[in-house]
């Protein structure tokens, strides 16, 4: 089989998938259609729409674009058939029905952040980071009827070091996303479409990843600190771990935290109670003290813990719970 004789239309919406789009199309694949979400409304009232990345990649590219509402709407499947597809490839988009990814001869695939079968789900990245892991990866499986859960293809290894955020680690993966998707497709072209796939093995630990939300999100300073820094960088920059700051006069404040420092600090203050000199912000956790550096209080811009201090007066008759 030739690589340009390939039909494939490729699934996605985010940044993270432009990057494989764009690998395919540099590399000669033949993509014959584009399927992303609908243009979403933006503005302050709403009244204009954004298209999106991958959408507005692939105009600049002339590929036909697709944008339904409903996967399993008669029209949109038909259409979709109409570009007769050998294969689809999937990144980072929603939940397929079988009439989709049962359409192409040789199936469907798709490329997760994770080493698979650990965190299926919407939000592997976040959860990779949140739970301290210092390896996370990439995996192509063929699709099947439940998430995430289909033969694998190949898998590739990435490391997260102690510092690193989600930012750092999504850029790393969406690279190597567009890595082992060109991987993949030769792999598929050598074995004529149907390549090697193994079935994912039984694990007892299995850690999931489900979609992330604004009260996934608050910090639970009942933990060590080490639990805390980890749920920090797991939220950073985007959508960010937030707190709750009661002053002295019990008036609350939403806080979101950006990054901390691990201290060797014991500390014999109450959880959540916040101690600090000039320069340094620190928040009692359940076995010491975490160092805050940058944060952002609700209404104002992201700030380091210095100009933060700057503008706090009493800020040790403050806790955050």
């Keep these: 089989m030739n690589k340009s004789d390939l039909r494939i239309v490729f699934m996605g919406t985010p940044e993270f998938a432009v990057e494989t789009l764009q690998?395919?199309?540099?590399?000669?694949y033949n993509v014959v259609a584009v399927v992303t979400q609908p243009d979403k409304p933006v503005g302050r009232h709403q009244n204009e729409l954004q298209a999106s990345p991958v959408k507005q990649y692939a105009l600049t590219k002339g590929l036909p674009v697709l944008q339904p509402e409903k996967m399993k709407d008669s029209a949109f499947v038909e259409q979709l058939r109409s570009y007769r597809a050998d294969l689809q490839v999937v990144v980072a988009f929603r939940m397929l029905p079988e009439v989709v990814w049962a359409m192409p001869r040789y199936g469907t695939f798709n490329v997760h952040a994770a080493l698979l079968p650990q965190y299926r789900g919407a939000a592997p990245i976040n959860w990779a980071v949140i739970n301290g892991e210092t390896q996370t990866g990439v995996t192509t499986f063929f699709l099947?009827?439940?998430?995430?859960?289909?033969?694998?293809?190949r898998q590739l290894?990435?490391?997260?070091p102690d510092t690193a955020d989600v930012e750092y680690v999504y850029d790393g993966l969406m690279h190597l996303g567009a890595r082992i998707c060109l991987e993949t497709l030769d792999q598929i072209?050598?074995?004529?479409?149907?390549?090697?796939?193994?079935?994912?093995?039984?694990?007892?630990?299995?850690k999931a990843a489900p979609k992330i939300f604004k009260e996934t999100c608050e910090v639970n300073w009942q933990q060590p600190s080490k639990r805390v820094y980890d749920f920090v960088r797991g939220l950073s920059p985007y959508p960010g771990a937030w707190t709750t700051l009661v002053g002295p006069d019990g008036k609350e404040t939403t806080l979101k935290l950006f990054h901390t420092t691990k201290t060797d600090v014991a500390g014999g203050e109450r959880v959540g109670q916040i101690v600090a000199d000039?320069?340094?912000?620190?928040?009692?956790?359940a076995d010491g003290r975490l160092q805050i550096d940058e944060l952002q209080l609700a209404g104002k811009k992201r700030m380091d813990a210095t100009s933060f201090l700057?503008?706090?007066?009493?800020?040790?008759?403050?806790?955050v719970r």
């Design 23 to 28: 690998a395919l199309v540099e590399n000669a």
């Design 144 to 153: 099947d009827h439940d998430i995430d859960t289909g033969r694998i293809i």
């Design 157 to 160: 290894p990435f490391d997260i």
């Design 189 to 206: 072209v050598a074995a004529d479409g149907y390549p090697d796939s193994i079935p994912q093995r039984a694990m007892a630990d299995l």
């Design 278 to 285: 000039r320069k340094h912000l620190y928040v009692t956790t």
């Design 310 to 319: 700057n503008g706090m007066k009493d800020i040790e008759k403050y806790f």
